[in-house]
Structures are given as C-alpha cells and as structure tokens.
T-cell receptor, first 110, second 116 residues
Framework: DAKTTQPPSMDCAEGRAANLPCNHS???????VYWYRQIHSQGPQYIIH???NNETNEMASLIITEDRKSSTLILPHATLRDTAVYYC???????????FGTGTRLTIIP | GAVVSQHPSRVICKSGTSVKIECRSL??????MFWYRQFPKQSLMLMAT?????????EQGVEKDKFLINHASLTLSTLTVTSAHPEDSSFYIC????????????FGPGTRLTVL
C-alpha cells in the first residue's frame, strides 16, 4: 500500500471550513484514498473515499489532485464535535487491509 | 446503516485469565472482519483478518495461539485473549466489511481491556 503523509496537528475555528491535506505521492492507479476519523476512546468512523474524481457526502468533501499524488478533506462548517484524529489511507479496492499512520489531530476552537 | 457493535466495551481481568470480545455487524452481513489493537498515544495496528467459515490470517508478530479468532457467522466474530497478561492491556477494535461493491470497513466502538 502507498504511504501517506499528513501534518501532525491542525487547529480550525468553529464554523469555518477545515481543510486537511494528505500527500500520497507513490499511489498506484488502482488505489483508493480513504478518510477515517477517530474521536478519543472510540473506534474509527468512516468519512469518505475516492479514486480520482472529487467526492462529496453529508459529512465532507474529498478533493483529489489530477495527478492523484495528494488530496484534501474538507469539513465545510466545523463544529466542536469534529475534534478528532483524521486518518488518510490509500489501499487497493478489494485489498481490504487498512494501514493507519499517525494522522492529523484536528482541534476545533470555539 | 453499517453499524458494528462490540461487547463488552470495557473489561478488567486478572493476569492468567482469558477474555472473549464479541464483534457484531448489526445491519449487514460481513464477509470479512478485522481485529485491531491500539496502545495509548499510538495508531491502530492490524492484528488479524478473518473470513466467515475459514481460519483467520494473522499479521506478523501476532501470536495466533494467544489471540484466538472465530468468525462463525456472517454477523459475528470473536476475539479471545488467552492467558492475558498486563502487557495485553490495550484498546481492541474490530471492523467489518460487506465486500462486493461496498468495499468499506466499518468499525466497532472498541473494547478497553485492562489486565491486572
């Protein structure tokens, strides 16, 4: 699986958009980008995933660059409940294994 | 949809005893379930992958005789920590995947194991 690089921590003001970057320069053509988040002492929560097109759901938007070497997760209107560790993971569809890195600790500030 | 539960949420046991943790997919059938372990201030580490009706596949360094995994049905997998010791104290998290076109893992809430 391709390795990902994320900033260790970020702050965002409540109500503003939180933009979380992820670099995955060694991603291969059949690998998807998945985002999960983990709130303290809970299991990870699935957020969104994509292959090459931008994706949006009720939780977030995922923007993948044209060369697929990086992506950005956007939480459009961050709330205090969005404070969590966010993990960007690349994996083959059907590979099943998820390798969790250290993620980005996002803190939403009132 | 895609709800995964774990039981118990928290367990404290004495050293040398065995502990069983259940993982259930509540609203879908999981062809594959995974068990992860997370130590304080660390990320999740995959322990093993189990497919319904077959033996689990363990990651390197995980003792299969110590961490017994059973995936007897499409909605239930169990992890038994045998002869637990204080170093086994950790946060154990399962995930389940339906497979097919919905190839996304959904995670349970985790089980906090403390071995005294």
């Amino acid at each position: 699986d391709a390795k990902t690089t994320q900033p260790p921590s970020m702050d965002c003001a409540e109500g503003r958009a939180a933009n979380l970057p992820c670099n995955h320069s060694t991603i291969s053509g059949n690998e998807y980008v998945y985002w999960y988040r983990q709130i303290h002492s809970q299991g990870p929560q699935y957020i969104i995933h994509g292959l090459k097109n931008n994706e949006t759901n009720e939780m977030a938007s995922l923007i993948i660059t044209e060369d697929r070497k990086s992506s950005t997760l956007i939480l459009p209107h961050a709330t205090l409940r969005d404070t969590a560790v966010y993990y960007c993971i690349v994996t083959n569809f059907g590979n099943e294994k998820l390798t969790f890195g250290t993620g980005t600790r996002l803190t939403i500030i009132p | 949809g895609a709800v995964v539960s774990q039981h118990p949420s928290r367990v404290i046991c004495k050293s040398g005893t065995s502990v069983k943790i259940e993982c259930r997919s509540l609203d879908f059938q999981a062809t594959t379930m995974f068990w992860y372990r997370q130590f304080p201030k660390q990320s999740l580490m995959l322990m093993a992958t189990s497919n319904e009706g077959s033996k689990a596949t363990y990651e390197q360094g995980v003792e299969k005789d110590k961490f017994l995994i059973n995936h007897a049905s499409l909605t239930l997998s169990t992890l038994t920590v045998t002869s637990a010791h204080p170093e086994d104290s950790s946060f154990y998290i399962c995930s389940a995947m339906a497979g097919g076109t919905t190839d996304t893992q959904y995670f349970g809430p985790g089980t906090r194991l403390t071995v005294l």
